[in-house]
């Protein structure tokens, strides 16, 4: 069981930086894919990143150029660096990771579908103020 535990969250003026901290409790980290997730208030939960365990990363379309997702296998966490922010990028945002094996070794086929992530962390609040 891999527990993951987000920090790093706060309330910023726009156009402001934060960055976001998931820490994970398994020793086998560099096993897994690591993505972040967040969830607007009436809103859907939606994929923000994901950092592959070879390396690579994906982003949403929505943060491209403004939030940097990078790893660091030493100490079991994987961040969010987050610039030029949004008030909408207000949202509880979450850490997830996938197990990477078998045909999801190297890449997930949809890395936005939450059920292709095996463990949740509870998540940090996000507030960008206008």
């Known amino acids: 069981q891999v527990q993951l535990v987000e920090s790093g969250g706060g309330l910023v003026q726009a156009g402001g930086s934060l960055r976001l901290s998931c820490a994970a409790s398994?020793?086998?980290?560099?096993?897994?894919?690591m993505g972040w997730f967040r969830q607007a208030p009436g809103k859907e939960r939606e994929f923000v990143a994901i950092?592959?365990?070879?390396?690579?990363?994906d982003y949403a379309d929505s943060v491209k150029g403004r939030f940097t997702i990078s790893r660091d296998n030493a100490k079991n966490t994987v961040y969010l660096q987050m610039n030029s922010l949004k008030p909408e990028d207000t949202a509880v945002y979450y850490c997830?990771?996938?197990?990477?094996?078998?045909?999801?070794?190297?890449?997930?086929?949809?890395?936005?579908?939450?059920?292709?992530?095996?463990?949740w962390g509870q998540g940090t609040q996000v507030t960008v103020s206008s």
């Open positions: 398994e020793r086998t980290f560099r096993t897994y894919h």
């Open positions: 997830a990771a996938a197990t990477a094996s078998g045909s999801s070794r190297y890449r997930i086929a949809d890395s936005s579908r939450q059920g292709n992530y095996d463990y």
């Open positions: 950092r592959y365990a070879i390396g690579s990363t």
